[in-house]
């Protein structure tokens, strides 16, 4: 098949999932062809069987605001016709499966077919698209979509309640490379690669994110500063945005700024999970939680909050350890438990591969979406 993807290409959940997504269809044989303002950060620009199609967005003083869903759209119709697509996959509803619709319409008039799909992630539905100005077009593209994803069933039911959608949604996981992904099985080599990071005898906490308000990243300073109190321990924060500032001057304030370590945007964070012990990620909202998936198929347990999609990945007290949203001092509490019971967080650890292996694999989950591609082929002739 020839495949258009369109995501946003910024150091989020969805864009990642889009682009693992498209490396992983390419190495099955199909042709992708990302469709977006700039190239997804995880492309190497050298992979393949994916092009790349950058999305060029004028400015003129008639516009407040360049209309880059217009854009878009034009753009998706464009490659579709020059490269004869089969289908476009677009993650995040808004704008892109706007854009799509639009494109679909465009080259319909002209006698062609481009049937399109929406898979949702997250924010697009919890947050963008309750918004009172967004919700009608939301709920409008994602009924016209010809087929529609989501990647959890938490979300999938909040969609259904809050946009009365009647059309079927299925239900396929977030996924990670377990080939990618591993453990570091020499212990003498992950001693010694997590020298970069710490002391032999310190722990290592970690936190990925984009540093979004919802992903309150300041509660993960707050628990290692809890936790550092009473066992050696380092932080490492990975990703970069808006509540930065807030984390590196709680650390300042509480005086253990020479243990946390913000290293920005990384591209391989493949090769720095497997130097963890734990993953925190204490999110006000979640509905799937892949940096905890990456995390755990490294052998990385996370202390995580009950919330969203959560609990459909992580089964607590076997493969991680949920609380509740601000309860810091409980999340601590936990951390702590598992490192100072070194065979607990053992079975923990081998737990969450053996999960990760049996349910979220890429070579599991990329097969569902090539199926339902075929369906939607099929439905579309």
Not at 25 to 43: D, K, M, N, T, W
Not at 257 to 277: I, M, S, T, W, Y
Not at 360 to 374: A, I, K, Q
């Amino acid at each position: 098949m020839r495949i258009g993807i369109t995501c946003y290409p910024t150091y989020g959940g969805s864009g990642v999932v889009a682009t693992e997504l498209g490396i992983e269809l390419a190495a099955l044989g199909h042709e992708v062809h990302f469709i977006s303002y700039s190239q997804p950060f995880r492309l190497s620009g050298r992979d393949n069987g994916i092009l790349y199609h950058e999305v060029p967005v004028s400015s003129y003083p008639l516009f407040e605001f360049p209309p880059y869903d217009l854009a878009l759209a034009s753009r998706m119709a464009e490659i579709a016709e020059l490269y004869s697509l089969d289908l476009l996959h677009v993650h995040y509803a808004i704008p892109h499966s706007v854009s799509a619709l639009l494109a679909r319409q465009m080259l319909a008039s002209r006698g062609m077919r481009l049937p399109f799909v929406t898979t949702l992630h997250g924010t697009d539905i919890t947050l963008v698209g309750m918004d009172r100005g967004y919700l009608p077009i939301t709920r409008y593209a994602i009924q016209e979509s010809d087929g529609v994803t989501s990647i959890s069933s938490y979300l999938k039911e909040e969609t259904l309640k809050h946009f009365g959608i009647t059309r079927p949604i299925e239900v396929i996981p977030n996924f990670v490379n377990c080939n990618e992904y591993v453990p570091i099985k020499d212990e003498a080599a992950r001693a010694k690669a997590r020298l970069r990071l710490a002391k032999p005898e310190e722990a290592i906490l970690m936190h990925l994110s984009n540093f979004r308000p919802v992903k309150r990243v300041v509660d993960v300073v707050k628990v290692f500063a809890q936790v550092q109190r009473e066992v050696p321990a380092q932080l490492v924060l990975v990703g970069d945005g808006p509540e930065r500032s807030a984390a590196e001057w709680l650390a300042h304030d509480l005086g253990i700024q020479c243990r946390v370590h913000f290293l920005g945007k990384q591209e391989r964070v493949n090769e720095l999970l497997p130097l963890a012990d734990l993953m925190v990620m204490p999110s006000e909202l979640e509905s799937f939680g892949l940096a905890a998936l990456e995390a755990m198929a490294c052998k990385v347990p996370s202390i995580a909050t009950r919330v969203g999609g959560v609990p459909e990945l992580i089964d607590d007290g076997v493969t991680g350890l949920l609380y509740p949203v601000g309860d810091v001092e409980a999340m601590a509490a936990g951390a702590l438990s598992l490192l100072k019971d070194r065979d607990r967080l053992e079975a923990m650890r081998l737990a969450g591969r053996k999960t990760a292996q049996k349910r979220f694999c890429s070579s599991l989950v990329v097969p569902h979406y090539v199926r339902y591609y075929e369906s939607v082929l099929g439905n579309a002739g």
